[in-house]
Structures are given as C-alpha cells and as structure tokens.
C-alpha cells in the first residue's frame, strides 16, 4: 500500500522530517510544531488512510506493518531515502515499526503517545461497534477525555476544539480499519533490537500510555530520551505545542549533527 503525504513547505536538500496522525486526527495534528521547523528541514504531513483525504482502497484490511511499509515506499517514490520520524499514538506505532523492520530509512524517531501494544481485543471490538452504531461523532465525549489534559478545552485556544471536530469528520470506515490494525498491534519485547536514536514524548495526564509506561518504553531503547510534557494528556502537539517543539528541536540537533 502507499501512503498520502503531504508536503508543509519547500526547502530542497534540507534533512527531511515526516510527522503522522493520530487515530481520528488529520494531517494538521502536527502543524503548530511542524511549521516551527520549517526553516531548517523539509517537512512532510504522512496521513492515516481515509483520515484527511479518501481513495477507494483506504478502507481495506492491512496492518500497521503494512502502514510503516507503505510509508516508507510513499517517501521513497519522492526521492527520500532517510527521514527523521515523529509519530502520535497509532503513528508512533508505526514509527516503532519502522525502526524495527526499516531502520535503513530512519535517521531519527520521535515516538509520541505510544505504546508496544493498544488496549485489548475486547475494548476494541467495543469501540468498533461504537463507531458502527454511531459514528466518531458518537466519540467525542470519551475521546476529549483522553485526548487533553482537565481543563485544557475550556481555556480560549482553538486547536483543542478544532481537533474534535476534525474527529467528527472522520469517515467512519477508515476509523475502523485503523482500529482494527491497532487490535492486531504489538511490538512487545522488541524494543531492545531499535539502534535508531530516539526520542519518546509522553503527556504528563495522558491516562493510557502515560508517562511510567512511556518510560519503561525509553529503558528498552539503547538510544533514547523520555520528555514529559506537563499539564498535556495524549495530545501534547496540540496542548502544549511550544514545549513539544523544544524538545524535538534539541533531538533533532543531535541528530543532525
């Protein structure tokens, strides 16, 4: 499969920075941060199938080995051999595949939100049958909850609701393909094989892959840093986007040097 990647900016012979989404986020999760990096990289938005823009194969079953795959093909087909990483939850999982199975394209992975495995069979089924019955519209309410850390949405900043709403957009059955991907995700006892440095980012509030669990994930990896960005729950690109940039400014620094 190949993946749709979108280019944020044009800054040829730059090194090359590829972000992704989030379940049920756009390629915008990660424009805030993006954007900041834009005069010294070449800066590429890679989208979850169905989530931004639809094909008609986006609903198919695959895997998010086949997601890592595809994206590595997608950049390839655009000339790009090696990039730096930066994935969100669903996406970090990717990042984590590629890293395990095609370290030869990765410079650098920035794995944020993320787990070796997602929730279980049965709470996936559930959500399933959730976004079956009632859409992602049906999810909004439990989703923010996990989403942004207690009071975030109800401060003046736009993004937060923004994000819901692109949730709400989502087309139903790509949601679905995803979670079923993520029911078969797991990566558990891998880690250690990862060379590619690595930075992990947790939200301090986020309540499923939260901070002690995102560490025991950085103890794994010979080549890696853990942030904990305060006051953000699994969103931290949204909550807290000048945080989030920092510390991928000082990694990639090590990275490119």
Known sequence: MRIRVHPL???PGSPVIVFGNALGTRVSLWAAVASRLADDYQIYLSDLPGHTHSRNDDNADFTVSDLAA??????AEL???????????????IGLTLALD???SLTGLVACSTATTFGTDET???RIRDVEADGTRGQLDDTADRWFA??????????????????????DAAYIACARALTHFDVTGRLSAITTPTLFIAGAQDPGCTPEAMTELSAQVADST???IPDAAHLPMVEHPDIVFDHIEEFLGRVYT
């Open 9 to 11: 900016n044009d800054n």
């Open 70 to 75: 595809g994206l590595a093909a997608s950049m």
């Open 79 to 93: 000339g790009v051999d090696r990039f730096t990483y930066c994935g969100a939850s669903i996406s970090g999982g």
């Open 102 to 104: 095609h370290p030869e």
């Open 124 to 126: 996936w089924a559930e």
């Open 150 to 171: 207690a009071g975030f949405l109800t401060e003046d900043i736009a993004a937060g609701p923004a994000v819901l709403t692109d949730l709400a957009m989502i087309d």
């Open 226 to 228: 853990i942030a904990v």
